[in-house]
């Protein structure tokens, strides 16, 4: 059993999200990088965990949280001739969210909210993105 749940805290994750595709490589056991891929962003988290604030029966359900960066692109329309052009989008995230680790799999379920403050493009703020999505873990 406790072979399985150490498996989603080392290594390298890939999955789905709600929005696209979604990986994760551990640096250490407290420490990830995370990405994720849709069809109109990109964008790349670090992440800090705390393994030991939650358990759901027994299975080690860590709270995360980091930052990051978002890349994306919208379409607007240009106020000189009402025509609709491709934006760019630049974000800088905040990063919480929490972890359930399936304890006879190598994989996670997990639940996150990325607050997003754009510095480049036509968006200004999100603070409310949720996020949920699940990982297999080699």
Do not use: C
């Not at 059993?1 to 595709?21: C, F, P, R, T, V």
């Not at 997990?110 to 297999?136: C, N, Q, S, W």
């Amino acid at each position: 059993l406790l072979g399985s749940i150490k498996a989603q805290d080392s290594g390298i994750g890939a999955g789905l999200y709600s929005g696209g595709l979604t990986v994760k490589y551990w640096m250490d056991n407290t420490t990830a990088v995370s990405g994720y891929l849709s069809s109109g962003y990109l964008a790349a988290d670090y992440l800090i965990h705390m393994p030991d604030k939650f358990k759901i029966a027994e299975t080690p359900t860590p709270v995360y949280y980091g930052g990051g960066i978002e890349l994306g692109n919208h379409e607007d329309s240009d106020s000189d001739n009402l025509e609709k052009v491709t934006k760019l989008d630049l974000g800088i995230r905040g990063v919480i969210g929490m972890s359930y680790y399936l304890s006879n799999y190598p994989m996670d379920i997990f639940f996150e909210d990325t607050p997003t403050i754009y510095v480049l493009g036509g968006k200004d703020m999100e603070l409310f993105d949720f996020t949920i999505g699940i990982r297999y873990f080699f």
